[in-house]
């Protein structure tokens, strides 16, 4: 056969029935760690910058 021939016979049926077990769970690869960040602000300082947030809003 040529470069760009096509056979049939060649081609075989995909099955697409899959088990559940061969599936990927979502959940296998979940993390149920914590993350910590400093920001350099103070808990005061972040609520009167989300009350100015708010105030701009109405």
Do not use: W
């Not at 899959?18 to 300082?45: C, K, L, P, W, Y």
Request: no cysteine; glycine share 8%; net charge negative.
């Amino acid at each position: 056969m040529g470069f760009g021939s096509y056979d049939e016979s060649e081609q075989q049926e995909v099955d697409a029935d899959f088990d559940d077990d061969d599936a990927v769970q979502s959940g296998e690869n979940s993390h149920n760690g914590t993350i910590e960040f400093e920001n350099g602000a103070s808990s005061d300082e972040l609520l009167d910058r989300l009350k100015e947030i708010k105030d701009e809003n109405d």
